[in-house]
């Protein structure tokens, strides 16, 4: 038959639809002589596709679809942050980025998977004022969040684009409005961070006052 080598048959090479597959005997003794007949019908591969990464706040969750029909069986993992292991559409509230991979097993054994990466990422507060006037409030320009991200680059400039404080880790000073050791002026500064490389970028504007 179509798709036969030998005595396997290839599903690939018969390609898609109803086949008929036959094993005859013929020999001298006409009592051993007979024919078997099978048909076998080859289905097209089982398409799943988790779509595109995602990228999720963290202690958020994100809904998935990886339903093709209600003969499939599923499995998630890792395991951790999946809401049903076996459902085919789960709910995923990892604590931090992570790559899951789900496979769907059809009625005739056929095997489909994808991947997708959750990006888990803690947002930032960025206050738009300070005034370092030593009063003890607002000295500094403190950044809520930072601590998750131990690499970020936080970068300031002035109105002449000119770059007046680098921060490359979390342990460094906080911004104090001193560049050189000499107060800024009162005014409006660009500040551009950067949370780890290929992450998170925040631009935005920064108050000054006194």
């Given at each position: 038959g179509k798709g036969v080598?030998?005595?396997?048959?290839?599903?690939?090479l018969a390609g898609l639809g109803?086949?008929?597959?036959?094993?005859?005997?013929?020999?001298?003794?006409e009592c051993m002589n007979g024919e078997s007949r099978q048909d076998v019908l080859v289905s097209p591969s089982p398409q799943l596709d988790l779509?595109?990464?995602?990228?999720?706040?963290?202690?958020?969750?994100?809904?998935?679809?990886?339903?093709?029909?209600?003969?499939?069986?599923?499995q998630w993992s890792p395991t951790t942050g999946v809401?049903?292991?076996?459902?085919?559409?789960?709910?995923?509230?990892?604590?931090?980025?992570?790559?899951?991979?789900?496979?769907?097993?059809g009625p005739s054994q056929c095997v489909a998977t994808d991947s997708i990466y959750i990006t888990v990422f803690t947002p930032l507060y960025i206050p738009d004022v300070f005034s370092p006037n030593q009063d003890g409030v607002n000295d500094t320009w403190?950044?809520?969040?930072?601590?998750?991200?131990?690499?970020?680059?936080?970068s300031v400039y002035n109105r002449w684009g000119e770059l007046i404080y680098h921060r490359h880790q979390v342990s460094l000073a906080s911004f104090d409005g001193n560049w050189n050791g000499n107060p800024l002026p009162i005014g409006v500064y660009t500040y551009h961070i950067l949370t780890e490389p290929k992450g998170q970028?925040?631009?935005g504007f920064v108050n000054l006052l006194r």
């Open positions: 080598m030998g005595d396997v048959f290839d599903p690939q109803q086949h008929t597959v036959s094993y005859s005997v013929k020999g001298s003794i779509g595109p990464d995602k990228d999720i706040i963290k202690g958020g969750s994100i809904a998935l679809n990886a339903d093709l029909g209600p003969d499939y069986r599923y809401s049903d292991i076996a459902s085919p559409t789960p709910t995923l509230s990892p604590s931090q980025s992570t790559k899951y991979i789900v496979k769907a097993i403190e950044i809520k969040g930072l601590e998750d991200y131990p690499d970020a680059q936080i970028v925040y631009r």
